[in-house]
């Protein structure tokens, strides 16, 4: 009969080569500096509050960044939340701001 604590040790040594592999892995060029946040499209829709079937047809579309691996949809959080920022909408104080500075910059010569 096998010793318990052999049987224990050797299960530890083959969790411990299972976890290198897996860190060798992560490291690998295909994961590296991917340090944010990956969302799938179930995780995008209760991010922005619309139904699956919108982002769907957005994606199909091209209206919304995405990637996609096989047949699956992955979206950056970063890329939407630029996404999201480039479709904003100026105050009117904003816009009477930036025509100031644009008429300040561009004088009319009479």
Not at 29 to 43: A, C, N
Request: glycine share 2%; hydrophobic share 35%; with cysteine.
């Amino acid at each position: 009969m096998e010793n318990p604590f052999e049987i224990i040790e050797q299960r530890l040594k083959n969790i411990e080569k299972q976890l290198s592999e897996l860190v060798k892995m992560v490291q690998t060029p295909i994961f590296k500096g991917v340090t944010e946040e990956i969302m799938r499209v179930e995780q995008l829709s209760d991010y922005l509050t619309i139904a699956r079937q919108t982002i769907y047809e957005k994606c199909s579309k091209k209206e919304i960044p995405y990637f996609k691996a096989g047949k699956r949809l992955y979206f950056k959080k970063s890329v939407i939340n630029d996404w999201i920022n480039s479709g904003r909408r100026y105050t009117t104080d904003e816009l009477m701001q930036q025509a100031v500075e644009w008429a300040r910059k561009h004088p009319r010569k009479l």
